[in-house]
């Protein structure tokens, strides 16, 4: 069956990192673009990161500089290096998967990740 779960969330304290992962199985994520996004609370969802399949990347505006996407083909894993966190970064984060030529479409269940002292 395809899937895509998430895995590395947790409580961190600011200014700390987490390194989230997204295992995909039941396809090749190779000819997929792989993303990150988040939801908080009450607001609206929010796209943090892109790894396109030439490897290159695109952030959105609160998290440029502090994360970092990734990608290993091989294994059909995607990866998102949290630094320097922040409280506003508190959020449920979630996988996705989006193929190019007919933008076929998977999504994890989501990874808390909780940023307090």
């Known amino acids: 069956q395809v899937q895509l779960v998430e895995s590395g969330g947790g409580l961190v304290q600011p200014g700390g990192s987490l390194r989230l992962s997204c295992a995909a199985s039941?396809?090749?994520?190779?000819?997929?673009?792989m993303s990150w996004y988040r939801q908080a609370p009450e607001k609206e969802r929010e796209l943090v990161a892109s790894v396109f399949t030439h490897g290159g990347k695109t952030y959105g505006d609160s998290v440029k500089g502090r994360f970092t996407a990734s990608r290993d083909n091989v294994y059909n894993t995607v990866y998102l290096q949290m630094d320097s966190l922040k409280p506003e970064d508190t959020a449920m984060y979630y996988c996705?998967?989006?193929?190019?030529?007919?933008?076929?479409?998977?999504w994890g269940q989501g990874t808390q990740d909780t940023v307090s002292s």
């Open positions: 996705n998967a989006r193929r190019i030529f007919d933008q076929n479409e998977y």
């Open positions: 039941g396809f090749t994520s190779s000819n997929y673009v």
